[in-house]
């Protein structure tokens, strides 16, 4: 069963303009991740957000995570062509044992040079 | 350099045929995952192991089986192939326990069943 949701399904932004991707989701969290996918290839890991945390930043990317909307949101700041991918969220649900991941369904992300 | 490695990049098989896609990770990663993915639909949880010979089923276990003998090696295999079966499938491991960083990913097999 899909757990987060992304919004928007595509996204087509200019170089060196900012480009937001959203994400809800529906249960409990432990932690909510990012994760990137390149036409064709498999996904690799941005961020990871814990439950406790409101805010997190690696290099150009700001994660925000408000767990009583249920909602986390992805800011690429001064976007780059070589960021165009698939952009996934993943939680992790509490109350599991084995601390699976559970995916959306993604944002497609063009950026024109 | 740590990774998962698929052992296929694309595959093509009859229906009808078993299939058996192999994963393999060098990061002494205990759990282990099977996803598919399709248009529209993202991905799905086929399979995972927490253990050796240790295994859970997923969302959509149905048509498919998996073997972990050995901790570097999670396989899936397809009993009886059928053509709904065709898509990409990807490997991931990852180590045990809440919020450790994130899973790594295999680049992914693209299968397609004819």
Redesign the interface.
């Known amino acids: ?2 757990q987060g949701e992304e919004d928007p399904q595509a996204l087509s932004i200019q170089e060196g303009e900012n480009a937001t991707m959203n994400c809800s989701y529906k249960t409990s969290i ?2 909510l ?1 990012w ?1 990137r996918q390149n036409s ?6 941005l961020i ?1 957000i ?1 439950s406790n945390e409101r805010e997190k930043h690696s290099g150009r990317l700001r994660v925000t995570l408000d767990t009583s909307k249920k909602s986390s949101s992805l800011l690429i700041t001064a976007s780059r062509a070589a960021d165009t991918a698939s952009y ?1 969220c ?1 939680t ?1 649900n509490s109350g599991g044992s ?9 944002t497609l992300l063009t950026v024109n040079p | 350099d740590v990774k998962v490695t698929q052992s296929s990049r694309y595959l093509v098989k009859r229906t009808g045929e078993k299939v058996f896609l192999e994963c393999v990770q060098d990061m002494d990663h205990e759990n282990m995952f099977w996803y598919r993915q399709d248009p529209g639909l993202g991905l799905r949880l086929i399979y995972f192991s927490y253990d050796v010979k240790m295994k859970e089923k997923g969302d959509i276990p149905e048509g498919y089986s998996v073997s972990r003998e050995k901790k570097e090696r999670f396989s899936l295999i397809l009993e009886s192939a059928s053509t709904n079966q065709t898509s990409m499938y990807l490997c991931a491991s990852s180590y045990p326990g809440t919020g450790r960083p994130g899973y790594t990913f295999g680049s992914g097999t693209r299968l397609t069943v004819v």
């Open positions: 069963s899909q432990n932690n991740q994760y064709g290839r498999g996904l690799v890991h990871l814990r996934f993943a992790e084995n601390y699976k991941l559970t995916f959306g369904k993604g």
